[in-house]
Nanobody, 125 residues
Framework: QLVESGGGSVQAGGSLRLSCAAA????????MGWFRQAPGKEREGVAAIDRAGAPTYTYSVEGRFTISQDYVKKTVYLQMSSLKPEDTAMYYC??????????????????????RGQGTQVTVS
């Protein structure tokens, strides 16, 4: 239902843009987000965007990452800039049916976001 793309290897300070294409039934009533998992580390919510288009971020990426959504293309983007080696991880897109403005970034890897993609690897050296 969700297909990520755009991962790759970059040097520190570089940029990448991840894309997440959603299936037709995932529409603007969903909260969309990104979480990541690095080897040996716990999953971490990275960014989320609510039904009104308002973004939230985990502290470590604030000011460097930007989440956006194209409702016509049913695609969510994560623009990542000033990348650091500690951003190296598998990045996953996730979707959860939302009530109102509910869209907690810290919950993007939980069962509250039951739809997720296969992930795309980001490596920063």
């Amino acid at each position: 239902q969700l297909v990520e793309s755009g991962g790759g290897s970059v040097q520190a300070g570089g940029s990448l843009r991840l894309s997440c294409a959603a299936a037709g039934y995932i529409d603007s009533t969903y909260c969309m987000g990104w979480f990541r998992q690095a080897p040996g580390k716990e999953r971490e919510g990275v960014a989320a965007i609510d039904r009104a288009g308002a973004p939230t971020y985990t502290y470590s990426v604030e000011g460097r990452f930007t989440i956006s959504q194209d409702y016509v293309k049913k695609t969510v983007y994560l623009q990542m800039s000033s990348l650091k080696p500690e951003d190296t991880a598998m990045y996953y897109c996730a979707a959860g049916r939302a009530e109102g403005r509910w869209c907690p970034v810290e919950a993007t890897f939980s069962n509250l976001f039951p739809y997720r993609g296969q992930g795309t690897q980001v490596t920063v050296s």
